[in-house]
């Protein structure tokens, strides 16, 4: 099989845009390739946080990855910080790497610009520690969104530059791009995320999500309930594509929208019951799980256990090939 790597860090409660846009991909994926997913509680660090709360941080995002149908008993899902390696392979990475193509990064760019006052080394060199985080497994795919294949070409050339320096070493491993790459927020004019507040949460209620579907912006055009509208502008109608079946999307949805057979109020309450049927079992298997977090702690133990022995591998390898492994006596 080959080799799946990826990461999420562990920045609070869920939202769909995560769900639809990368776990539940990864929820398919994982019977299909010996999968390593990772909480990388070291990239989180990159940004100002206060560090009480980054336990129980990684502790909800690992017992909610699991809700989702992560299986930890079958996936390699671990937290990046309890494998020493992935900063080790990050220090030697970074003497092959230039600091010119650093700066070029957009997500360098991006968050530099967002937190002015804290541009410190790590927003510089987190591709780099996401290069660690794949290639110390010899990871071959890497599920990611549109927004970040340059991070993935980015990890093949360091992969390229030290082969070529030190021998064959690391595969160039291929983004897998997700059937949803970018899942916009409820105001319909940036990308879903805590920090717009303009998400909904995969573990919030029904009554939860209806307070803010209820009010979120629809095709412009369809000002009275009588106005026709055009589906494709209409950003509930991008939502329902996630989650309502044919033929009731083609019909009931897009076509009640174009000729004003639908309301926007009975459109959203259509995707919300759709919606709904998707979040109400995570939610449910949420509660089990938060019930007994020691029999997630256990899986995560022995899963950080194969990682450090997997990553130490890889270490020892790369060492031996730049001349630092100890082959000389005393």
Not at 47 to 73: F, K, N
Not at 168 to 194: H, N, V, W, Y
Not at 282 to 301: C, F, M, S
Request: charged share 25%; hydrophobic share 35%.
């Amino acid at each position: 099989m080959k080799v799946l790597f990826t990461g999420i860090q562990p920045t609070g409660l869920l939202h769909i845009g995560n769900y639809f846009g990368a776990v539940r991909n990864w929820v398919s994926l994982q019977h299909q390739y010996r999968t390593y997913i990772s909480v990388v509680d070291l990239h989180a660090i990159t940004i100002q946080y206060e560090p009480r709360e980054m336990p129980g941080a990684v502790q909800e995002m690992v017992l909610q990855l699991a809700a989702c149908g992560i299986d930890p008993e079958k996936t390699l899902l671990f937290v990046q910080s309890e494998v020493p390696g992935h900063a080790d392979l990050t220090w030697t990475f970074n003497t092959i790497t230039p600091l010119g193509e650093l700066e070029r990064m957009t997500q360098f760019k991006d968050k530099s610009a967002q937190h002015r006052k804290n541009v410190n080394v790590g927003l510089l060199d987190y591709p780099v520690l996401q290069a660690a985080d794949i290639l110390i497994y010899k990871g071959e795919v890497v599920p990611v969104g549109e927004d970040q294949v340059q991070h993935v070409e980015f990890t093949r050339e360091v992969a390229r530059r030290f082969n070529a320096r030190y021998g064959d070493t690391f595969p160039e491993c291929e983004a897998l791009l997700t059937a949803s790459p970018r899942i916009m927020g409820l105001d319909g004019q940036a990308k879903m995320s805590k920090s717009k507040d303009n998400t909904i949460g995969l573990l919030e209620t029904r009554e939860e999500v209806w307070a803010k579907l209820s009010v979120a912006p629809t095709d412009p055009a369809r000002v009275r309930r009588s106005d026709p509208g055009t589906p494709e502008k209409c950003n509930i109608y991008s939502y329902h594509k996630l989650v309502t079946p044919e033929p009731q999307l083609s019909q009931t949805v897009a076509q009640g929208c174009r000729t004003a057979g639908i309301g926007c109020i009975d459109c959203k309450k259509l995707f919300l019951d759709n919606l709904m049927k998707e979040l109400d079992p995570i939610r449910e298997r949420y509660g089990q799980l938060a019930a007994r977090p020691e029999k997630v702690r256990e899986a995560l133990d022995a899963n950080a256990a194969t990682c450090r022995a997997d990553a130490g591998r890889t270490i020892l390898e790369v060492k031996e090939k730049m001349g630092l492994a100890r082959t000389w006596k005393i």
